[in-house]
């Protein structure tokens, strides 16, 4: 008799579970094709049926990106400017973070609702006249253009401030005050040290952002040469002839440092990048 | 010996990283895109030959059919891809939340992983999945064609997805969607766990079943987190650049088709060389933004009790 009331009732969760279990694998599964494509020629791509598992094509595929793009060199910039964003961003955004949550000052509060606002200024509204800035400051095709502007960022600031204002207690500054530490001293022997999960978390959504950022290079990277990796990737494309293989390759070792910074910090990486919007 | 910083001066030093970029790479450029709109200028003339043309820029957006179809796209796109994403969004993170215990974290890692990687590897991963006569997508279709029950849903014959007009926005919101709903998903799980336990087991008590929990108790608290993730859904679609640039290969695809506006006013300023054109246009991209944020804010703003 319950066997058969509970029947469907089981029955509706197994097919709930199965769903959501079919959903996380197709969004995966166009990371592995990624890979799978990364280790095929072009013609075994376009091929009926498309390859579903790895061939042996990997070396000839980067063979080919090496010759027709700079690819080295683009993942060379991209790490560089990837790496000074991250070292830049962490030191501005803990100085603001740390003079919003430990100071009274006057226009403190005009100033924390600029810093807020800045974050819903649309991106786009800039594009064409920092186009110009850099050009009148010659900082065309110069790395700096992509890792200075956005180093003090509002949303880094924001959360170097809740995590100072919960982790870090005002008496333990006054205390290093009282005992005569001097104010550069406070900050760099008490306070960074204090703030290392968080610049942990947010040092990795920059490198990430950065890595991937698209629009910025496209804009100040004229020149092949000083491409990052997703505008060298993007500079295979072309209507005819893309070499795909070797696109996909290209794709796989611009996405790995990714996927093994994910498997290793997903939680913190996740709730990092959620922050902003749960508090 | 060195001179000490006084307590006062301190947050002031702090804060000048942020003011200095700030005024050089946030303000300025902001007024400076305002003043270039009313001015007709290409970039290789130099700065001299700007003229001042009053609203010449925006008379000429206004009465331009690219830039209505383009707006007419991005809408498109911020719908389509947008909608689904919270559709499916908060039923799962209900689902992940009330069932998973164990293989929680990697399901919800499998479905955040899309939106951490770099929409141009993804949008040429895609790009050769969308091949017509080879790719995948279509190859998935076909077979699922055969399969008794899902002929009436799925096309007989392989879709031209990027090249023809009508195909192109839903290949676009596809990529989309598939990018963004881990990230929403991520977002209402923090919402319901803030939801006390209690009330739950106070609905078991009274004789609610999963269902009349879900619609009464879970539904109405997570209303602020879908305010939240609407508006951000809303923002971030009208922007949309990256996705349909790589899709089309730069150029808005077959009839500009998958043309959204970011792209357009790229296009106008590095393609066709008309700088105060670009500007008037990210202007009314702006306006256009604000008011379909403020359109959302009507629509999803919890109220007070009063009101």
Request: aromatic share 16%; glycine share 8%.
């Amino acid at each position: 008799m319950s066997s058969a009331t509970s029947a469907p009732s089981q029955l509706a969760p197994r097919a709930a579970y199965a769903m959501v279990a079919l959903g996380a694998v197709v969004m995966l599964l166009p990371f592995y094709f990624m890979f799978v494509f990364a280790s095929h020629s072009r013609t075994e791509i376009f091929n009926l049926p498309p390859p579903l598992f790895f061939g042996d094509s990997f070396m000839a595929n980067m063979e080919i990106l090496t010759t027709k793009i700079p690819f080295w060199r683009s993942l060379g910039w991209s790490l560089y400017v990837g790496l000074a964003s991250t070292a830049l961003t962490l030191l501005f955004c803990s100085m603001g973070g740390y003079a919003f949550a430990m100071f009274d000052f006057r226009f403190k509060q005009p100033l924390f609702t600029l810093v807020m606002g800045t974050m819903l200024l649309p991106s786009f509204l800039g594009m064409i006249p920092s186009f110009m800035i850099m050009d009148a400051f010659g900082w065309i095709d110069q790395p700096r253009a992509l890792y200075i502007p956005g180093a003090a960022s509002a949303f880094g600031i924001f959360m170097m401030r809740q995590f100072i204002t919960s982790a870090i207690p005002r008496e333990l500054i006054e205390a290093a005050r009282m005992d005569g530490c001097g104010e550069l001293g406070i900050y760099w022997r008490i306070v960074v040290p204090l703030l290392k999960p968080a610049m942990g978390t947010l040092g990795l959504i920059t490198f990430i952002a950065s890595w991937n950022n698209f629009i910025g290079p496209l804009i100040v990277m004229r020149s092949p040469e000083m491409y990052t990796l997703p505008l060298a990737l993007r500079s295979m494309q072309s209507p005819v002839n893309t070499e795909w293989g070797a696109v996909m390759a290209g794709s796989a070792i611009a996405t790995l440092p990714l996927l093994v910074l994910f498997a290793i910090s997903s939680r913190r990486l996740i709730d990092g990048l959620t922050a902003g919007a749960v508090k | 010996m060195t001179p000490r910083l006084s307590p006062a001066a301190v947050p002031y030093v702090l804060l000048s990283p942020f003011v200095v970029l700030f005024l050089v790479f946030g303000v300025f450029p902001l007024c400076f895109s305002f003043y270039l709109a009313f001015q007709s200028w290409e970039p290789t003339a130099g700065l001299s030959a700007m003229k001042f043309v009053g609203l010449d820029n925006f008379a000429f957006a206004i009465t331009d059919e690219w830039f209505w179809k383009s707006l007419k796209n991005t809408v498109w796109l911020a719908m389509v891809s947008g909608i689904p994403q919270h559709l499916v969004a908060i039923p799962l993170a209900y689902f992940i939340h009330t069932s998973f215990k164990r293989s929680r974290n990697m399901v919800i890692g499998a479905y955040f992983l899309p939106y951490i990687t770099s929409t141009v590897a993804i949008a040429m991963m895609f790009s050769t999945l969308f091949s017509t006569d080879y790719g995948l997508i279509n190859q998935a279709l076909l077979a699922m064609h055969q399969l008794p029950g899902l002929a009436w849903i799925t096309p007989a014959q392989p879709v031209d997805w990027l090249g023809q007009a009508e195909n192109v926005k839903p290949a676009i919101s596809l990529v989309v969607f598939w990018r963004y709903v881990g990230f929403n998903t991520v977002l209402y799980l923090a919402a319901l766990q803030t939801i006390p336990a209690d009330i739950y087991e106070a609905a078991t008590m009274d004789g609610a079943g999963r269902w009349q929990q879900f619609w009464f108790i879970t539904l109405p608290s997570l209303q602020p987190m879908i305010y939240f993730g609407v508006t951000l859904s809303v923002v971030g679609g009208l922007q949309l650049f990256e996705e349909p640039f790589i899709l089309t290969g730069g150029r808005g695809g077959t009839d500009q088709s998958g043309m959204t506006t970011a792209m357009y006013m790229y296009r106008t300023a590095f393609e066709f060389n008309d700088f105060g054109g670009a500007s008037a246009l990210s202007w009314l991209l702006f306006v256009f933004v604000a008011l379909l944020t403020w359109l959302t804010n009507r629509a999803f703003k919890p109220r007070g009790p009063s009101a």
